[in-house]
Structure formats: C-alpha cells, structure tokens
C-alpha cells in the first residue's frame, strides 16, 4: 500500500500548481482521500477531501474558492488544483487515505511534496 | 475552525507514563467519536496510532491508549521508550464546512 505524491516546487504568489499523488496496493476508488499540509516547523492542517466516488468534496476556509480536489479512478490519481497561491500556502502537501470515509482518520500517508510559495 | 489544543511538550523518563491532552469544542472532539492522534518523527510522513478515540491500528504497540472525557481527548503512552520521542497531533472531524481539524502538536521528550 502506498501513495506517491508529486508536482510541488517553486511558484511566484498569484500563481497556480497540480499536485498529484499515485496510490498502488489498494482498491483506490473505495476510499475517500484527503490532503493534509505542513508549514516549515509548523503543525499539521487538513486541507481537503473528496469520497471514493469523486462526487463529494470538502475545503477547508483557507483554501476555498482556490482549491480544487479531483480524482481519476482509472488511474488512481488523486490531484489538487491550487490557483491564487500565496505565500502562507508554503507547505509540505501529504496526500491521505481515508479508511472509513467522513475524514474520521487517515491511516496511510505519503512522503510529501513541497511547494514554495515566493517571488 | 480554530486548531484543537495541545501542549507544546511532554517529557518523561524511559519506562514512565506520559498523557497528552487535546482540548476541542462540542462542535469536534465533544461531539463525535472520531478522534484520532498522529505520530510523526522529525522529516517523516505522519504515522496513524489511534482512531475513533480508543482504537489502535494493527501494529501499533498497546502501550499506546486513548480516551475522551467532554471536550478533551487524551493519549496515554505507558512504559515510555527512546523510539516515542516525536511529534504527536491529534484530530478529529468537525461539523460544518470544514471537516476535519488538527490539534497543535505535542513534542514528545524521552529524559
């Protein structure tokens, strides 16, 4: 079981990345997923989830209207469209498992992808 | 949504027990049974090590234990080793918009 995260990297404010993250070793279109960040020396902040189906998604307030969450089942790719970045969404994104659905925990993690938000 | 609180840090010596406590609203951790706590060491992906407030994953040493009481959750690491020295979060799902929220953080210190 495994999830691969990619796409972070270095971006000017007002600009905009996809990131996306490959899940192996587990039937992907039963789960929900979540994306979870962290900021440099920082605690952890939910971001966003979306159910196993893709018809369901959730923001938090600091990304809405920003974000968008998306998945490819038949790929099994989970991606996050981020537009308007700013420089407080400078952070480590983690892609998460959702086992039970309804964001109750996150049992499988992946390494993290980092993106930098600066001029 | 406001982050559930934590203390900064913990420390204990080896074999010792230690609790971190997690304070939330009725609106999260008073009013469901999904609270979960995280472990993460220092440049690695977080770890899952209790869910649904009590319940351990498998793998996860029963050395590790949680509780809720009201608005607070706790997690217990009893017979504290060198291997527990991390971060520690708590979370749990939230009504409204917002789905889910994390606590703090909690830096765990072996003596």
């Known amino acids: 079981v495994q999830l691969l995260e990619s796409g972070g990297g270095l971006v000017q404010p007002g600009g905009s990345l996809r990131l996306s993250c490959a899940a192996s070793?587990?039937?992907?279109?039963?789960?929900?997923m979540s994306w979870v960040r962290q900021a440099p020396g920082k605690g952890l902040e939910w971001v966003s989830a979306i159910t196993g189906s893709g018809v369901g998604t959730h923001y938090a307030d600091s990304v809405k209207g920003r974000f968008t969450i998306s998945r490819d089942n038949s790929r099994n790719t989970l991606y996050m469209e981020m537009n308007s970045l700013r420089a407080d969404d400078t952070a480590k994104y983690y892609c998460?498992?959702?086992?039970?659905?309804?964001?109750?925990?996150?049992?499988?993690w992946g390494q993290g992808t980092m993106v930098t938000v600066s001029s | 949504q406001s982050a559930l609180t934590q203390p900064a840090s913990v420390s204990g010596s080896p074999g010792q027990s230690i609790t971190i406590s997690c304070t939330g609203t009725s609106s999260d951790v008073g009013g469901y049974n999904y609270v979960s706590w995280y472990q993460q060491h220092p440049g690695k992906a977080p770890k899952l090590m209790i869910y649904?407030?009590?319940n351990r994953p498998s793998g996860v040493p029963d050395r590790f234990s949680g509780s809720k009481s009201g608005n607070t959750a706790s997690l217990t690491i009893s017979g504290l080793q060198a291997e527990d020295e991390a971060d520690y979060y708590c979370s749990s799902y939230t009504s409204g918009s917002t789905r889910h929220v994390f606590g703090t953080g909690t830096k765990v210190t072996v003596l």
């Open positions: 998460a498992k959702d086992p039970m659905g309804v964001t109750r925990a996150f049992d499988i």
């Open positions: 070793g587990f039937t992907f279109s039963s789960y929900a």
């Open positions: 649904d407030v009590s």
